[in-house]
């Protein structure tokens, strides 16, 4: 009973939030209101005794990533951060006949699940599979690589400067400008 | 299976990790702004290391360490491909004069972590090892494309890759969530087991959804049609070594790696007796998506002035050829397909290298630049022309051959008309092949072109020129093919 | 607490678990709001002391006592006030996050080996990843105030905190290698052994242990944005920062969390390094009697306590960063200074086990 209130409650926080940073005017409350979406998210883990997925669904998305959204949001002028609702409007149909299409077969579909046990906490089990080579643990390190690769290309292109010939360009238009 | 044994298997892999470590820590604490050479020539040793443990690993049996990773030929074999063009990129970028700012020592790390990722992209049998080595292979090509500083225009190109990458994977994750829902397994063999039952309820409708979601990621690697807009200017921005790359190593890979997914996923479908309403519907997909990829992609080439565009265009020509083949869905089919892999990778680096040789002469990347070229400088022009007659598929030639088989293939499986395209499209992409050829020969230069010479590029054309013919007779290479499918499919009986 | 109700009442509910909450919760909050009154009147003395001044002396008499009662009244009363141009919604839900996020932290500190809200298994992951979300309630606040004093505040508290996050979480992992939990409580138990003093700065790893303490401490006061890291609150650039434009209750809620988050990154410095509740001589007591529970949370309070003392001295002693040195002192020490303790400290627990010992 209580676990199915809180599932509701959670899933409804995170539909709900979805759909006011889908619809909402000013994109800075979207980019907030995924915030509840995040954190209804982790609360449904949470209801799964998923206790760690939870939490790094917090550290990492609402900590990290959304951090970096409005980080990138607040760079933007607000006048631009109005959307138009000609281009939403042509989105919902197209995503939404997806959606509703896939929807409706999925919903006819059996899907394989577990033998309805959850687990009491998943920390120490998680770090076990780690630990056993024949497991998880190729997956785990690999990822190290993906990540690796990521950064230094990040920071790689995020470091260039502006190409000579364009530098020029810039420097006549300040001038020309200044003039 | 102990770990050392087990650690045995993918030191190709360990090999490759450990190189990608020394460029990086190299290029952190020794380099010295102008030097960056001295990582690429790190790189290719590390290549070279690689390769010889990859020579090594053919003799041994195929297993499936850590739980994911299957070492088995059909693996070793492309990654082999994989690093030799990986070599001949990194040897192209050694030897462009023009590469300056693009020949920063960040490209080969790159460039390792790209061909880390394409390896246990190819011989992932689970499909989170899979995504990851899809995203490794990805991110780096992002990254790669990025560098591109020379222009808006790069960073245009690199801006398109990005967001189309990051979508296909998206849609990717979740065709294959859909597989895991099912399923209730990550493995491809699991995945198997969970599709047969699925389509045995009669959910062909939710198996479809899935494994269209799962194509768009390959068919954004491969550059099939309706995922192909962002290879025209990625491929125009990017210096020409990491165009190479992209043409033929990201794509080989991910051609071998969609290979073993659909082999291996669909496996109990396609060896059914009867081929079921599934297979047969996802054979008329994939038929049509290749008719389509071949048409566009050929026809585009056609009015190109811009060789690399051109080139884009006809390597997504090329991906048509090898989806038909693909689409037969029997084995001869897939043979072909691995094959003509094979073959395409080998004239591509070669007319990528064609093209960066003239290039460097000209100052520039159309094709007016090459007028009058080929008789200034023999040995790279005739290899040129060794490689558009082997893109063209003409006789003497890798792409005949290739050809030849491909066509054989769709025509033995019943896939007449598909087989028919193949050969017009062949046709019509001797009108712009020849552009080039054109340009070289019978056109003379408006200006007088800069005195340059560049011996080891064109040492590498020669090279690839010869085996572009030597590989007419490819039937040592669709033996060792045919016994790597053999491998690959001992898994699902 | 949802066991000892239901221990209280012999039956359980879902229900259970709401009136548990909210009773945790009050508690909290009354915690809470007494700590930031003593500490802001600790911090105005101890200001005034290091500058050769008395600070307050008027309000209740002995040494101003009362004054941060005075002050809270005052604020309770102030006008509630929202500026004409800032974004309402965002305005007003700031400080609540703000709050709600500091004080949710609060549940899995181990004050004695009973009195816990909640033990967690997660603990000190838990707590990093509810403080994050404190970052973003800044964020709202700087950006719906509508000031550019207030932005600017807000972006460097989130390029500050996400980068700090790093080293925070980095210098945690060694006590947590060794305790081999996440759990503050199975930490502090750990502890409690050698009549109260086997704490890991005691420890046989006391080489990792010291160090790796002091780099905790450092991106604890850059967490808290506490001096000489509160670039997002320069007075001398910035007005205040991203509270700018509250006053009243709203401000004193962001008030009220800095001081939580101080006494929380002491209370996490405490459970993990400084031994926790365990205090000299809590063996010779009998677990779980009065006088024990009674020491033991006097002992956490006060360890706790002496570590927010040494914030507010950092903080009157030295001067402030500026924004590329903090970065650089995030980035270039103090994340390859924690890695390489987290190699030292796995390779010491590997010896450890290699040796049998």
């Known amino acids: 009973m209580g676990i199915q209130l809180a599932f509701y409650f959670f899933a ?47 550290l990492i998305y609402a900590g990290g990533i959304l951090m970096l959204l409005l980080f990138g949001l607040m760079l933007t002028k607000p006048s631009e951060t109005e959307r138009s609702l000609k281009r939403i409007f042509v989105a919902v149909i197209l995503a939404g006949g997806t959606a509703v299409l896939s929807a409706y077969k999925m919903a006819g579909t059996v899907w394989s699940s577990g033998d309805g046990e959850l687990p009491a906490s998943t920390v120490k089990e998680i770090g ?16 190290s690589i993906v990540l690796l690769a990521a950064l230094v290309g990040a920071v790689h292109i995020a470091r260039r400067r502006f190409p000579i010939d364009d530098t020029n360009a810039l420097l006549k238009a300040e001038q020309g400008g200044a003039n | 299976m102990s770990y050392l044994d087990a650690l045995n298997y993918i030191l190709p892999e360990v090999a490759l990790t450990f190189g990608l470590c020394v460029v990086l820590i190299w290029d952190l604490v020794v380099r010295s702004g102008r030097r960056w050479w001295e990582t690429g020539f790190l790189t290719l040793g590390f290549l070279a290391v690689t390769a010889v443990l990859l020579v090594q690993r053919f003799a041994y049996p195929p297993a499936t360490v850590f739980g994911m990773v299957r070492i088995d030929l059909f693996a070793t074999l492309f990654k082999l491909f994989l690093v030799v ?231 997504i020509a090329h991906a048509g050829y090898i989806l038909a083949a693909m689409a037969t869905l029997t084995p001869a089919g897939f043979h072909a397909a691995a094959l003509y892999t094979l073959l395409y990778g ?58 030849y088989y491909l066509l054989t293939a769709l025509w033995e499986s019943g896939h007449g008309m598909l087989a028919l395209v193949v050969a017009l499209m062949s046709v019509v992409s001797l009108f712009y092949y020849f552009r080039i050829a054109k340009a070289l020969y019978l056109k003379s230069a408006t200006t007088e072109p800069k005195k340059m010479s560049m011996p080891v590029l064109a040492g590498i054309l020669a090279l690839l020129a010869i085996a572009n013919v030597w590989f007419l007779q490819f039937g040592g290479l669709l033996t060792g093919v045919q016994q790597a499918w053999g491998q690959l499919e001992a898994l699902i009986s | 607490m949802i066991e000892f109700l239901r221990d209280l009442l012999g039956f359980e509910t879902w229900l259970l678990v709401i009136v548990g909450a909210l009773i945790s919760f009050l508690a909290i909050f009354g915690f809470v709001a007494v700590l930031a009154m003593v500490a802001v009147w600790l911090e105005r003395k101890v200001g005034g002391h290091i500058q050769v001044r008395l600070g307050p002396m008027r309000v209740g008499g002995w040494h101003g006592w009362a004054q941060s009662i005075a002050d809270s009244l005052k ?148 967490e808290t944005k506490r001096t000489p890291f509160d670039l997002p609150e320069t007075e001398s650039e910035l007005v205040a920062g991203f509270h700018t434009e509250y006053s009243g209750m709203r401000w004193a809620f962001f008030f009220m969390e800095e001081y939580a988050a101080m006494f929380l990154m002491g209370a996490i410095g405490t459970a993990f390094w400084l031994g926790g509740y365990s205090f000299p001589g809590m063996n010779l007591l009998e677990a779980g009697s009065f006088l024990h529970t009674v020491l033991c949370i006097g002992s956490f309070v006060t360890k706790s306590m002496l570590l927010l003392l040494v914030m507010i001295w950092v903080r009157w002693t030295l001067p402030r960063l500026r924004i590329d040195q903090v970065m650089t002192m995030g980035y270039k020490y103090l994340t390859p200074l924690c890695l390489i303790l987290v190699f030292m400290a796995a390779g010491w627990e590997y010896f450890k086990f290699a040796m049998g010992w």
């Open chain 2, 85 to 315: 063009a990986t070599g001949f990129v990194v040897a192209f970028q050694l030897a462009d004069r023009n590469s300056g700012e693009n020949g920063r020592s960040e490209t080969h790390f790159l460039l390792l972590c790209a061909v880390l990722g394409g390896f246990f992209l190819v011989s992932a049998d689970n499909f989170i090892l899979m995504y990851l080595g899809l995203e490794t292979l990805g991110l780096s090509s992002y990254a790669l494309a990025g560098m591109a500083k020379r222009s808006v225009r790069g960073s245009e190109a690199a801006l398109k890759y990005i967001v189309y990458g990051a979508l296909a994977s998206g849609v990717m994750l979740f065709g294959l969530s859909l597989f895991y829902g099912m399923s209730g397994s990550l493995s491809y063999g699991g995945t198997m087991v969970g599709v047969s039952q699925a389509l045995a309820n009669g959910q062909v409708a939710q198996v479809a959804i899935a494994t269209l979601m799962v194509l768009v990621g390959f068919g954004f690697k491969l550059s099939l049609f309706p995922f192909q807009w962002w290879a025209p200017d990625v491929y125009q921005g990017v210096s020409t070594p990491v165009a190479s790359f992209l043409a033929v190593g990201s794509k080989g890979i991910a051609v071998a790696a969609m290979l073993r997914v659909m082999a291996t996923t669909f496996g109990i479908e396609l060896h059914a007796d009867a081929g079921s309403e599934f297979t047969s519907s996802l054979s008329a997909l994939l038929a049509l998506l290749a008719v389509v990829t071949m048409l566009f992609g050929n026809l585009a080439a056609l009015r190109q002035t811009d060789l690399k565009r051109l080139l884009a265009y006809s390597s």
């Open chain 1, 128 to 143: 076990l599979e780690f630990l056993r080579f024949d497991e998880w643990l190729i997956a785990f390190e690999f990822a």
């Open chain 3, 75 to 222: 604020l309770l009363m102030k006008e509630d006030m929202v500026v004409l141009g800032a974004d309402r919604v965002l305005f007003k839900l700031a400080p609540a996050i703000v709050m709600a996020t500091a004080l949710s932290t609060f549940v899995v500190l181990p004050f004695s080996p009973d009195l816990q809200v909640a033990d967690v298994d997660l603990g000190i992951f838990f707590v990093l990843a509810i403080s994050s979300i404190t970052t973003i309630g800044v964020v709202m606040a700087g950006w719906g105030s509508n000031n550019k004093w207030s932005l600017y505040g807000a972006m460097r508290e989130a390029a500050q905190v996400a980068s700090y996050e790093i080293p925070l979480g980095l210098s945690l992992m060694m006590p947590v290698m060794y305790y081999g939990t996440f759990s503050l409580k199975a930490a502090s138990d750990a502890q409690s052994g050698w009549y109260g003093m086997q704490w890991y700065i005691f420890s046989d790893a006391f080489w990792i242990a010291i160090p790796s303490f002091f780099l905790f401490f450092t991106a604890a006061l850059a």
């Open chain 2, 346 to 403: 080998l004239m591509t680096l070669g007319i990528f290298g064609a093209v960066l040789y003239f290039a460097n002469i000209a100052g520039h990347e159309r094709i007016d630049g090459l007028h009058g070229l080929g008789y200034r400088h023999p040995i790279a022009g005739a290899a040129t022309v060794v490689f558009l007659a082997s893109l063209t598929g003409l006789p003497p030639t890798a792409g005949f051959g290739g050809k």
């Open chain 1, 12 to 58: 409804a926080m995170t539909l709900g939030f979805a759909l006011v940073s889908l619809f909402h005017k000013n994109v800075v409350h979207s980019a907030f209101s995924l915030l509840g979406t995040l954190l209804g998210m982790s609360g449904l883990y949470v209801t799964l005794n998923a206790d760690f997925l939870a939490m790094t669904q917090v």
